[in-house]
């Protein structure tokens, strides 16, 4: 049996984005894509962190940042 990601929170620059991000339970599957946007102010240093909601470290395939 195949185990679901750990849900875990967003935090970018300090803040959290997202919360309890539950990737399969919002894409119904193990191989379907989840997409989050968000626009944040970095000047120089973004900084991006993935907290744990359990005991089981999150997982994350991809991330594309794009500068405008």
Do not use: H, M, Y
């Not at 875990?8 to 990737?23: E, P, W, Y």
């Not at 968000?38 to 744990?52: F, G, H, M, Q, R």
């Amino acid at each position: 049996r195949e185990r679901s990601p750990a849900p875990f929170d967003v935090k970018i620059q300090g803040r959290v984005a997202f919360s309890n991000v539950d990737l399969r339970g919002e894409s119904g599957s193990s191989v379907r894509a989840v997409t989050k946007e968000i626009v944040v102010n970095a000047s120089d240093l973004l900084t991006l962190e993935l907290l744990p909601r359990g005991t089981r470290w999150p997982a994350l395939n991809g991330l594309t940042i794009q500068r405008q």
